[in-house]
């Protein structure tokens, strides 16, 4: 297994077509164990086509970050929110950490640019892989973050960048899910119920992707797609969410 060196290993390290020092300087970090940063970027893919590369993949640090971030989150939500219930604090928790935001932040962060993938992983940009890859990479920055500079950097860090959204999910009402907000919205400013259509299903059976049309009363408002009819009907939800800027 590879070990993770106390102090850069700047042959290798220099062998990298990227300077981390521009991440440091986009996260606001300094990093005493520049590995540590390093290391939150590389893909188990990565090391498909380069098995002699002195670091290990990402999916400790991962693990170790999101442990921290739902530690912080959840200390934050306890504390300045006495009045709410244990319900109301987990969804907003939830969405403040699930892979769509941490997916957004990640690319805000310019953490992308920075991933250390295959050459397939590389050119597949757009896909929902790419997603969680970047969410799986933002964990692992915050685990790599807590490890070079303790848990008061790393609570600074999530105050700043995911905690910061929080007033945001709050006044849209993000922490619902797109199905139930689209309903509460619809119901709120039209009087009407949200009806779900499928409009196409396509695909061999072990890899269907179904096409979802929402509509209010007879009109079309948004389609969503996905591998499953739930999961095309949450995204039909979030697109007509977008539509009528609920």
Same mark, same amino acid.
């Given at each position: 297994?590879?070990?993770? $060196? $106390?102090?850069? $290993?700047?042959? #290798? =390290?220099? !062998?990298?077509? /990227?300077?981390? /020092?521009?991440?440091?300087? /986009?996260? /606001?970090?300094? =990093?005493?164990?520049?590995?540590?940063? %390093? #290391?939150?970027? %590389? *893909?188990?893919? +990565?090391?498909?086509?380069?098995?002699?590369? +002195?670091?290990?993949? $990402?999916?400790?640090?991962?693990?170790?970050?999101?442990?921290?971030?739902?530690? %912080?989150? !959840?200390? *934050?939500? +306890?504390? #300045? *929110?006495?009045?709410?219930?244990?319900?109301?604090?987990? #969804?907003?928790?939830?969405?403040?950490v699930n892979a769509n935001i941490l997916a957004e932040i990640a690319q805000g962060l310019g953490i992308e640019e920075f991933l250390l993938l295959s050459k397939g992983e590389e050119k597949d940009k757009n896909s929902k892989a790419r997603h969680f890859i970047l969410a799986n990479a933002m964990e692992a920055v915050i685990g790599a973050i807590y490890l070079d500079q303790g848990l008061e950097v790393a609570d600074m860090f999530i105050e700043e960048n995911i905690l910061s959204r929080l007033p945001h999910i709050l006044k849209h009402k993000l922490y619902l899910d797109p199905k139930t907000r689209l309903q509460e919205a619809a119901q709120e400013h039209l009087g009407v119920t949200p009806i779900y259509q499928v409009l196409e299903e396509s695909g061999p059976d072990h890899a269907k992707v179904f096409k979802v049309g929402v509509y209010f009363n007879d009109d079309m408002v948004a389609v969503g797609e996905g591998t499953s009819k739930q999961e095309a009907q949450v995204a039909a939800a979030e697109n007509a969410c977008t539509v009528k800027e609920w």
């Amino acid at each position: 297994m590879r070990r993770l $060196n $106390n102090l850069t $290993n700047k042959n #290798n =390290f220099m !062998t990298l077509d /990227k300077d981390f /020092k521009d991440l440091e300087k /986009k996260l /606001k970090v300094s =990093f005493v164990n520049q590995d540590l940063l %390093v #290391n939150s970027c %590389v *893909h188990c893919s +990565y090391l498909n086509e380069h098995p002699g590369f +002195y670091l290990e993949h $990402n999916e400790r640090l991962e693990f170790l970050g999101d442990a921290v971030l739902e530690l %912080v989150v !959840t200390d *934050h939500l +306890y504390r #300045n *929110h006495p009045d709410k219930s244990e319900g109301e604090l987990t #969804n907003w928790r939830a969405s403040l950490v699930n892979a769509n935001i941490l997916a957004e932040i990640a690319q805000g962060l310019g953490i992308e640019e920075f991933l250390l993938l295959s050459k397939g992983e590389e050119k597949d940009k757009n896909s929902k892989a790419r997603h969680f890859i970047l969410a799986n990479a933002m964990e692992a920055v915050i685990g790599a973050i807590y490890l070079d500079q303790g848990l008061e950097v790393a609570d600074m860090f999530i105050e700043e960048n995911i905690l910061s959204r929080l007033p945001h999910i709050l006044k849209h009402k993000l922490y619902l899910d797109p199905k139930t907000r689209l309903q509460e919205a619809a119901q709120e400013h039209l009087g009407v119920t949200p009806i779900y259509q499928v409009l196409e299903e396509s695909g061999p059976d072990h890899a269907k992707v179904f096409k979802v049309g929402v509509y209010f009363n007879d009109d079309m408002v948004a389609v969503g797609e996905g591998t499953s009819k739930q999961e095309a009907q949450v995204a039909a939800a979030e697109n007509a969410c977008t539509v009528k800027e609920w």
